[in-house]
């Protein structure tokens, strides 16, 4: 992470202000868990709202958890005035999504004026300990313009 | 599709109830449009708590949508006895997420014992029309001994 | 294809300039099958130099071709004075490279000022008929003030 | 790394013998530059023949090396008798292919008797120092009765 030096002071508010912005992430449940200039990590906890057919954490929450997390490391990064769309990601998923909660990681990769490349890693914690679920790279573009 | 031969006779039957075991399905709203041996169209209405920041679908929510259809098409050509994992995917977002409603096709690429590659495509539905939202390629592995 | 309308009128001429300047094409025996505004297809002839373990054409020389096809299908509806550059990828490997030769078919997904979204896929051809090597997405990015 | 234990003590004997049989990475100029059970580096030196229409190492170049990486870090863990295939994998191309020879480093991510995920980074390497030309994910698959 050294190096990666946020363009804007405020780069904290903004994040927080735009992940309070998606509505989704309260129907997830999802909240903010460590903030870091190119650094983002969210958790979220277990609930049977958020399982697939075998009673785990459906690939779709780890996905969006993995997305935000890394959309959020990207924008920590961006100049102000500047708000993140998700170009495209992909995702290898490790293990099933067991755990009372998730957490996802999002790193900045490759920060860059038009495109930011982050990965991001997805682990289920429970008694069990911890387990990598998954893991993936994001490709995230700053529009300039937009307010997020 | 030509080819596309289910194994299974209860194929259909199979793929609804797994689908109406995945829970999160029904946080999103999401239902069953159509169904055929090797493609499966999901559709979810719109409502704000599906959003990101700008107020678009949520790129999870799409990815969501085209993983679960993109896996249901796998399963539909699974043999009895096999359940249904994704080991991977990758999406690219090609416009944001608008519309009254998404609808998301999944179609078997190349059906196989162990892993079959599937697509997805999303499409954002409204007064403006149709709207290609997100294309993405997918890989399931059929788990034996799994009820789906 | 309907409504990919080419920006540049000389965009035959770029595309094979271009393809002309890899000289990693010649080192594969590469050469352009067919073109058309967002649709490129591209050719190599088996020989053992471009094997992996088992005898096939290595995935490195499928993915090579995908990506030369791709980024030629994005180049030809890029304006005058703008280069291509792979920004990422994806391929699923479907069948083992076999074949007396590969052809490769590039096609624009996503037409955009920056960004272009297009896929491709290959296939052997030999005296069993065709078999689906492979299919991929791909994101291109045109660069101003580059010539390709 | 740790923990990666290798299933068959005579692991290296076989990595290598199915590099050397890889005739496309002689084609390359490519060789093995370091191994670890889990771990494989390559190295080629640049010349004109690997190059697209800027000068640079071709993308295919450094995807094939990194898929090749990723590949013998993955059947570094095989046990005997299991030949290894990539069935598909993602690319994000960070800079441009520059630099006097380049270096690949493949990881394994989670190792697993039918499916391995794992990481390859290549850098380019020139008087300038170091630069991070690419980062990817692949999935391998272990075939039994395959010799490598």
Chains 1, 2, 3, 4 share one sequence.
Not at 53 to 80: E, W
Not at 91 to 111: D, F, Q, S, T, Y
Not at 117 to 123: I, Q
């Amino acid at each position: 992470m050294t190096g990666m030096a946020p363009r804007d002071t405020d780069w904290e508010t903004r994040v927080r202000t735009s992940f309070a912005r998606q509505a989704f992430m309260a129907t997830l449940g999802a909240e903010i868990v460590a903030l870091a200039p190119g650094r983002v990590e969210l958790g979220a906890a277990f609930h049977p709202g958020l399982t697939q057919q075998h009673g785990f954490f459906h690939a779709g929450v780890t996905s969006t958890l993995a997305d935000s997390a890394a959309g959020y490391a990207a924008l920590s990064l961006f100049g102000a005035g500047h708000g993140v769309l998700t170009t495209e990601f992909k995702m290898n998923l490790l293990n099933p999504g067991r755990g009372e909660r998730m957490r996802a990681v999002g790193r900045v990769i490759k920060p860059g004026r038009t495109l930011t490349v982050a990965s991001a890693d997805v682990y289920g914690v429970g008694d069990f300990g911890e387990v990598h679920i998954a893991t993936g790279l994001f490709t995230m573009i700053a529009m300039p313009g937009i307010e997020d």
